[in-house]
């Protein structure tokens, strides 16, 4: 028994020779090869820190990502799948220099608030089909180089290539009284919505410059005309304008991709979106406190109208085709 432990003890320091001698051979094996507890110790920089310096670039860029894309968060106020048959509307204060604008001209004009409405069925589907037929009939005879396209039915400017034209020089006899007849019976309705939730005398309401069909595509821009897409306010852009209206001849979604109308507000963190569908009716305010955009077309069609009412009587116009001599009844003192 004590001769054989000396035996166990050299078998025991045998396993230990073969233990240093299958690490050497791991080590062996393991060089060349990736390592983070080997290449650690001879880098400047830990893999540890290196992956913490990645985390962080990530959530830094994650942030400015957020940053920049802050006024996406976007609220529908009306999409194309619902009908709103009761109006839909959002109020608030009016702009000191809007309404005390108003106030000079025609006190009888100055809303009660502010703000911005939305409905449906205001104009019949065989009215939109109508003023759409009437609006590619008009557009027809020009378009623009870009992706927009305007028609101005008051005095017959027609987008053409990158300039516009007279199309009541150019086609005198394509528009007939039965088409501005409709248009004015059109007008006349939004005109009397927009007075009654106002709550302003619709007699010192008028329709004002330009009043207009738009067509827009998905045509890369040519020129500034055919940049529609940048947030403005209407009575910047319009300065007759005190309310502005818009009306839709077509479908988002199923007519034209992009160009939802949106809404921007709390220093561009939110935008209140209103899909266009036809027969569909947005009206607003039209200063600062309706800043708005429209998306840019990304594909197919996208066919709107767009009539703008003043308080001012000096800036009002006659009903499109009166100049054409359509309305024999209307005298001039009317106007």
Same mark, same amino acid.
């Given at each position: 028994?004590?001769?054989?432990?000396?035996?166990?003890?050299?078998?025991?320091?045998?396993? /230990?020779?073969?233990?240093?001698?299958?690490?050497?051979?791991?080590?062996?094996?393991?060089?060349?090869?990736?390592?983070?507890?080997?290449?650690?110790?001879?880098?400047?920089?830990?893999?540890?820190?290196?992956?913490?310096?990645?985390?962080?670039?990530?959530?830094?860029?994650?942030?400015?990502?957020?940053?920049?894309?802050?006024?996406?968060?976007?609220?529908?106020?009306?999409?194309?799948?619902?009908?709103?048959?009761?109006?839909?509307?959002?109020?608030?204060?009016?702009?000191?220099?809007?309404?005390?604008?108003?106030?000079?001209?025609?006190?009888?004009?100055?809303?009660?608030?502010?703000?911005?409405?939305?409905?449906?069925?205001?104009?019949?589907?065989?009215?939109?089909?109508?003023?759409?037929?009437?609006?590619?009939?008009?557009?027809?005879?020009? !378009?623009?180089? !870009?992706?927009?396209?305007?028609?101005?039915?008051?005095?017959?400017?027609?987008?053409?290539?990158?300039?516009?034209?007279?199309?009541? +020089?150019? /086609?005198?006899?394509?528009?007939?009284?039965?088409?501005?007849?409709?248009?004015?019976?059109?007008?006349?309705?939004?005109?009397?919505?927009?007075?009654?939730?106002?709550?302003?005398?619709?007699?010192?309401?008028?329709?004002?410059?330009?009043?207009?069909?738009?067509?827009?595509?998905?045509?890369?821009?040519?020129?500034?005309?055919?940049?529609?897409?940048?947030?403005?306010?209407?009575?910047?852009?319009?300065?007759?304008?005190?309310?502005?209206?818009?009306?839709?001849?077509? /479908?988002?979604?199923?007519?034209?991709?992009?160009?939802?109308?949106?809404?921007?507000? /709390?220093?561009?963190?939110?935008?209140?979106?209103?899909?266009?569908?036809?027969?569909?009716?947005?009206?607003?305010?039209?200063?600062?406190?309706?800043?708005?955009?429209?998306?840019?077309?990304?594909?197919?069609?996208?066919?709107?109208?767009?009539?703008?009412?003043?308080?001012?009587?000096?800036?009002?116009?006659?009903?499109?085709?009166?100049?054409?001599?359509?309305?024999?009844?209307?005298? +001039?003192?009317?106007?």
């Amino acid at each position: 028994m004590v001769e054989a432990e000396p035996r166990r003890r050299k078998k025991g320091g045998d396993q /230990n020779k073969k233990s240093d001698s299958s690490d050497q051979k791991g080590k062996a094996l393991l060089k060349g090869r990736f390592n983070p507890k080997l290449t650690d110790r001879e880098s400047l920089i830990s893999h540890k820190f290196l992956a913490k310096l990645v985390i962080g670039a990530g959530a830094i860029i994650y942030l400015i990502y957020r940053k920049m894309h802050a006024g996406e968060n976007n609220i529908p106020l009306a999409k194309v799948e619902e009908f709103v048959d009761s109006k839909r509307f959002q109020q608030f204060l009016c702009a000191p220099s809007y309404k005390n604008e108003i106030q000079a001209l025609e006190p009888a004009c100055v809303p009660t608030k502010c703000g911005r409405f939305t409905v449906d069925g205001l104009v019949s589907d065989l009215e939109v089909h109508k003023l759409l037929d009437i609006a590619k009939k008009g557009l027809s005879k020009g !378009g623009g180089s !870009g992706g927009a396209s305007i028609l101005d039915l008051h005095t017959g400017a027609l987008s053409y290539g990158e300039k516009f034209i007279n199309l009541y +020089k150019t /086609n005198p006899d394509l528009f007939t009284r039965e088409d501005f007849k409709l248009y004015n019976e059109v007008k006349d309705r939004v005109k009397e919505a927009v007075a009654s939730h106002f709550n302003i005398d619709v007699a010192k309401l008028h329709l004002t410059y330009p009043t207009f069909f738009s067509e827009l595509t998905g045509v890369p821009a040519q020129t500034v005309h055919d940049e529609y897409w940048h947030p403005h306010v209407d009575k910047e852009t319009y300065p007759s304008f005190h309310y502005t209206s818009l009306l839709y001849l077509v /479908n988002y979604k199923r007519d034209f991709t992009g160009g939802r109308f949106m809404f921007i507000e /709390n220093n561009h963190q939110v935008n209140r979106t209103i899909d266009p569908k036809e027969g569909r009716v947005s009206v607003f305010t039209s200063g600062p406190e309706n800043r708005h955009r429209v998306e840019p077309v990304t594909g197919g069609t996208r066919y709107a109208l767009t009539m703008g009412f003043t308080c001012d009587p000096k800036k009002r116009i006659a009903d499109p085709g009166y100049e054409l001599g359509l309305y024999d009844h209307q005298k +001039k003192d009317e106007l």
